[in-house]
Antibody, heavy 118, light 105 residues
């Protein structure tokens, strides 16, 4: 049972990046999925969640209009498309599995690092 | 919903009872969880629904409270409990975390 994130890296301000999170070991299409980020020395920050069927998405105000969350249940993967990146978006980005019917997180990925710098 | 967690850090001895508090800016009923985060690692779920222990979590960890005031307790601090602990509310979007409590020996 695991989540594996990928797609992080170094990007220039104003640039774009797509993060992926591949799930294994559980029935992916049954659970909501979420992205949380954490800047160095800071508390985790919820970014976005998507319902199990992908029909509902929720965003933090700080990323609304810039980030898009989607999922492909046939590939057991959730995607976070990030545009208009700024230095404030630099952080470790975690993918997390929501518990059944609720938005606390019983499984986390190892994280992928996003660095926005010129 | 703002989550105010205290203290920001604490130092205790092995075997001590340690308590962390989390105050919500409005009623979140029972929609509160607690996580443990080791340096360089992802957070790990310890408690959900205020007081329900996640499977495999030692019984020295416990949670309590309701409404807006919540507590997290380690009864008998162990060296492996050195970490940062966070509360998180899931009563409403945006989901929010407390500021964290760094526990040291």
């Amino acid at each position: 049972v695991q989540l594996v994130e990928s797609g992080g890296g170094l990007v220039r301000p104003g640039g774009s990046l797509r993060l992926s999170c591949e799930a294994s070991g559980f029935t992916f299409g049954t659970f909501a999925m979420t992205w949380v980020r954490q800047a160095p020395g800071q508390t985790p920050q919820w970014l976005s969640s998507i319902t199990n069927n992908g029909r509902g998405t929720f965003y933090a105000d700080s990323v609304k209009g810039r980030f898009t969350l989607s999922r492909d249940n046939s590939k057991n993967t959730v995607y976070l498309q990030m545009t208009g990146l700024s230095v404030d978006d630099s952080a470790v980005y975690y993918c997390a599995k929501g518990a059944s019917g609720y938005h606390y997180f019983d499984l986390w990925g190892q994280g992928t690092v996003v660095t926005v710098s010129s | 919903i703002q989550m105010t967690q205290s203290p920001a850090s604490l130092s205790a001895s092995v075997g001590d009872r340690v308590t962390i508090t989390c105050q919500a800016s409005r009623d979140i009923r029972h929609y509160l969880s607690w996580y443990q985060q080791m340096p360089g690692k992802a957070p790990k779920l310890l408690i959900y629904d205020v007081s329900t222990l996640e499977i495999g979590v030692p019984s020295r960890f416990s949670g309590g409270g309701s409404g807006t005031h919540f507590t997290f307790t380690i009864s008998g601090l162990q060296p492996e409990d050195i970490a940062t602990y966070y509360c998180q509310q899931y009563g409403d979007f945006p989901l929010t975390f407390g500021g964290g409590t760094k526990v040291e020996i």
